[in-house]
């Protein structure tokens, strides 16, 4: 179950960063 949560907030993740370059104001804790 935590793998499948993974792939998904991995998408999510990969979608907001080629939207916009500014994932740091918006997750940071992602980024590190």
């Given amino acids: 179950m935590k793998t499948e949560l993974n792939v998904a907030?991995?998408?999510v993740l990969?979608?907001?960063a080629g939207r916009?370059?500014?994932?740091?104001?918006i997750v940071p804790g992602f980024n590190k």
Avoid: D, P
């Fill in 20 to 25: 916009s370059k500014n994932n740091n104001e």
């Fill in 14 to 16: 990969n979608r907001l």
């Fill in 9 to 11: 907030n991995s998408r």
